[in-house]
């Protein structure tokens, strides 16, 4: 599962057993990477209550975030982020295996809108070199359309997938699909 010690689904007590009761009830299992986090409750809470609210953001399709954290992942070679994330594409967004492989290649040749391509760009240009994002970038996102408070929570959400990736690496947490 992981070389950090984790508190699995069956052996599971108190607020780490509400917390995955809560995501089995979203999505049938809980993933081995969100498992990692149960060594700290409050850091399972937390981060379940982050998915949830990434799951209902009014603006941020699942698709555009699904291709945060694939094209994110890719950048930081999260081997476990980038197939889940293309799974999901396929599996839950009926995206053609093609259409990933693209994506991965050049997000601009992504099933995306080109109002999401604009933000997508922000976000990755964001966590490649955070001190080359100008003004002018975050102008161009807003003139496709997008809002101060989605282009923060856009790049906030590749901010966490960096950092998502390097607890699933370091933990060496294992594919559970």
């Not at 498992?35 to 399709?61: D, G």
Request: some cysteine.
């Amino acid at each position: 599962m992981s070389i950090l010690s984790t508190v699995g689904p069956e052996e599971a007590t108190g607020e780490v057993a509400a917390v995955y009761e809560q995501i089995r009830n979203a999505w049938g299992s809980v993933p081995t990477a969100i498992q990692v986090f149960s060594a700290n409750p409050f850091l399972l809470r937390h981060q379940w209550e982050y998915y949830r609210s990434v799951m209902q953001h009014p603006t941020l399709s699942p698709a555009m975030t699904a291709c945060i954290r694939m094209l994110v992942s890719q950048q930081g070679n999260c081997a476990y982020c980038i197939d889940m994330n293309a799974g999901m594409l396929i599996g839950m967004m009926g995206w053609t295996p093609e259409q990933v492989a693209a994506t991965r290649a050049n997000f601009r040749e992504s099933p995306l809108t080109d109002k999401e391509k604009t933000l997508l760009g922000l976000v990755l240009k964001s966590v490649r070199d955070s001190n080359s994002v100008t003004t002018l970038d975050l102008q161009d996102a807003r003139s496709a359309g997008w809002s101060d408070a989605d282009i923060l929570d856009a790049v906030n959400h590749g901010a966490r997938m960096v950092a998502g990736d390097i607890i699933i690496n370091a933990f060496k947490v294992e594919r559970d699909f």
